[in-house]
């Protein structure tokens, strides 16, 4: 049987070898026919951790790596785009504070 493959977003990175995957969908309601939007969350073993939050990935089912891992990191299909304002203001008082001393 061949393995599932899903492309979904890193939603976590803080464990070693280990990310947190959400696949997001939509689903038609069966009674209403309303669309609803679903999300599945996979952990993912990622061995050399070359994925970070935020980057789309492409993961591919497993055997069980642990009591929660089940999939495992094919590829990184695209990186994050998003700005850590926090990272860069923490680096520019870092900067300024040692060239002012």
């Known amino acids: 049987m061949p393995k599932r493959e899903m492309v ?3 939603t976590s990175d803080k464990m070693a070898k280990t990310r947190v995957v959400e696949i997001r969908r939509r689903v038609r309601h069966p009674k209403y026919g309303k669309y609803i ?3 599945t969350t996979c952990y993912v073993h990622d061995e050399n951790n070359e994925s970070a939050v935020g980057d789309t990935v492409r993961i591919v089912e497993s055997r069980p790596l642990s009591a929660t891992k089940r999939w495992t990191l094919v590829e990184v299909v695209s990186k ?3 700005v850590d304002l ?3 203001k923490a680096e520019r ?3 300024a504070g040692a060239g002012g001393n």
């Open 80 to 82: 994050s785009t998003d």
């Open 93 to 95: 008082e870092k900067a």
């Open 8 to 10: 979904g977003q890193v």
């Open 86 to 88: 926090a990272a860069i």
């Open 37 to 39: 939007r679903q999300r």
